[in-house]
């Protein structure tokens, strides 16, 4: 099972599109997938860097962690609308780590209206299921895809994001079958 979270405060529409598109694509592998809770900011206020006025990304992974064998899951993925960051990088659109089984991606430089832009929800949440999808298959053990059309493919930016599909090369889900322990 693929458990997803959101991480403070978050439209529905879009938890619900993130979860409808993982829970269709990971039924081929008889995995399921379910939205299992809101969590609120403050278990993570630990990874808020005020100078920067960003979360530290990867210091979410250890309580998702947990959460994920609390709930016996495959794997958790939690969702916000907080800026992340990593050491090195102005900002990440996700991060995972597929030790500890848990990703998170953020949806904060997915709008349109980040970049001064119309909103636009049907483009806003084709980008959150994409990074959703990228970042599960890094939790499977998936590295990135010299296939600009395949979701393992590395976003650079936006324009890398809109890009590619939502789904794995063949190659790449030839990998993720193998990853899983799929057997037919
Ligand atoms: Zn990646
Ligand atoms: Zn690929």
């Known amino acids: 099972m693929i458990v997803v979270v959101s991480i403070g405060p978050i439209e529905w529409w879009l938890v619900d599109g993130i979860v409808a598109f993982v829970r269709d694509y990971y039924s081929r592998f008889g995995i399921s997938a379910e939205f299992s809770g809101k969590l609120p900011v403050e278990p993570f206020s630990v990874a808020f860097n005020p100078s920067r006025g960003q979360y530290l990304g990867r210091v979410f992974l250890p309580t998702l962690s947990a959460l994920r064998e609390r ?107 193998k990853n899983l322990g799929v057997i037919e």
């Not at 030790?99 to 636009?120: C, I, K, M, T, W």
Request: aromatic share 8%.
């Open 71 to 177: 709930l016996n899951a495959k794997a958790v993925l939690g969702i916000t609308e907080l800026d992340l960051y990593e050491e090195g990088l102005n900002f990440i659109f996700g991060v995972a780590n597929p030790s500890l089984g848990s990703a998170v991606v953020s949806l904060h430089r997915l709008r349109n209206e980040f970049y001064g832009l119309q909103p636009d929800e049907e483009v806003l949440l084709e980008r959150a299921i994409k990074e959703a999808m990228h970042e599960l298959g890094h939790v499977f053990g998936l590295s990135h895809c010299p296939n600009r059309r395949c979701v393992m493919h590395f976003s650079n930016s936006l324009l890398d994001t809109d890009f590619k599909g939502p789904t794995y090369c063949p190659r790449c889900e030839e990998k993720l079958r």
